[in-house]
């Protein structure tokens, strides 16, 4: 595929423009299309230039995302037909961004790319909080666990006795629906179940909101009522203190 275009897989940050790199502005504003997900858009894409493509590949309104493979094909006919292409990806595009396939299909197609990464929603969430994400005394490993598998439900192969460390702070992506099975089965390990939580929603949005409880108390609020904005749950030595 010679001639063809240039993709930049540009992490987008937690949502909040300010939270963009000079980076990712740059390949915005140079952008001929830009492919997004749902929670890399809103004011992020008013960097973009007027007349680039803008292309919505997440989920909308109810609708089932868009299947991975058809967004990698997407990608790869938008680079077919030269120019600049930007992936925008929510956060940092590594964590949990299905980075791994529209690179393996960007590779086999020899379309040249480079990766700019992004603030991850783990390090904005902390920060929102007022805590760090490590700790020299008490919490010296940090660990980032999807609380969801492909088919959104707690990964089989997740390790619990890492995730029950009660001095490792853990970050749980897209675990709304699984907490209440994960806390369970992290407590039969031995994890405490008055050890801190917080449940970080919309962080940097404007309608960010940050809940302090504990991982018991947790467990039966997203029981009883999930909630469906973007969230994330810090649990650990890094949920105490700060201003959640
Ligand atoms: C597909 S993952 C992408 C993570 C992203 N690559 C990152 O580095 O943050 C999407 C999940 O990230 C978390 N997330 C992303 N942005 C968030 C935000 N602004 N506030 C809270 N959670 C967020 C939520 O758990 C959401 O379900």
Redesign the pocket.
Same mark, same amino acid.
């Given at each position: 595929m010679s001639g063809a275009g240039f993709v930049s897989f540009v992490?987008a940050g937690?949502?909040d423009p300010e939270l963009l790199t000079l980076k990712a502005v740059d390949r915005l504003r140079r952008a001929d299309a830009v492919l997004f997900?749902d929670?890399s858009a809103g004011p992020i894409l008013a960097h973009a230039r007027r007349g680039a493509d803008l292309v919505g590949v997440g989920k909308r309104a109810g609708r089932p995302s868009p299947r991975q493979d058809h967004v990698s094909r997407l990608l790869v006919d938008y680079a077919a037909a030269g120019g600049r292409i930007v992936r925008l990806?929510?956060?940092?595009?590594?964590?949990?961004?299905?980075l791994e396939e529209e690179l393996v299909a960007v590779r086999a197609a020899g379309v040249p790319f480079e990766i700019v990464p992004?603030?991850?929603? +783990?390090c $904005?969430?902390a920060a929102a909080c007022g805590i760090p994400l490590t700790r020299r005394m008490t919490a010296r490993r940090v660990q980032f666990v999807?609380?969801h598998d492909a088919a959104g439900r707690l990964p089989e192969d997740i390790d619990l006795d890492a995730l029950a460390d009660p001095r490792a702070c853990t970050v749980?992506?897209?675990?709304?629906h699984t907490f209440p099975a994960l806390a369970a089965a992290l407590i039969v390990r031995g994890l405490p179940p008055n050890t801190p939580a917080i449940l970080?929603?919309?962080?940097?949005?404007p309608e960010?909101r940050l809940q302090r409880m504990t991982v018991e108390t947790l467990a039966a609020e997203l029981a009883a009522y999930p909630g469906s +904005?973007? $969230?994330?749950i810090l649990m650990g030595p890094l949920a105490e203190g700060g201003d959640a």
């Amino acid at each position: 595929m010679s001639g063809a275009g240039f993709v930049s897989f540009v992490g987008a940050g937690p949502g909040d423009p300010e939270l963009l790199t000079l980076k990712a502005v740059d390949r915005l504003r140079r952008a001929d299309a830009v492919l997004f997900d749902d929670l890399s858009a809103g004011p992020i894409l008013a960097h973009a230039r007027r007349g680039a493509d803008l292309v919505g590949v997440g989920k909308r309104a109810g609708r089932p995302s868009p299947r991975q493979d058809h967004v990698s094909r997407l990608l790869v006919d938008y680079a077919a037909a030269g120019g600049r292409i930007v992936r925008l990806k929510s956060g940092d595009g590594g964590l949990f961004g299905r980075l791994e396939e529209e690179l393996v299909a960007v590779r086999a197609a020899g379309v040249p790319f480079e990766i700019v990464p992004g603030v991850p929603s +783990a390090c $904005a969430a902390a920060a929102a909080c007022g805590i760090p994400l490590t700790r020299r005394m008490t919490a010296r490993r940090v660990q980032f666990v999807t609380g969801h598998d492909a088919a959104g439900r707690l990964p089989e192969d997740i390790d619990l006795d890492a995730l029950a460390d009660p001095r490792a702070c853990t970050v749980v992506f897209m675990g709304r629906h699984t907490f209440p099975a994960l806390a369970a089965a992290l407590i039969v390990r031995g994890l405490p179940p008055n050890t801190p939580a917080i449940l970080a929603e919309a962080v940097s949005a404007p309608e960010q909101r940050l809940q302090r409880m504990t991982v018991e108390t947790l467990a039966a609020e997203l029981a009883a009522y999930p909630g469906s +904005a973007p $969230a994330l749950i810090l649990m650990g030595p890094l949920a105490e203190g700060g201003d959640a």
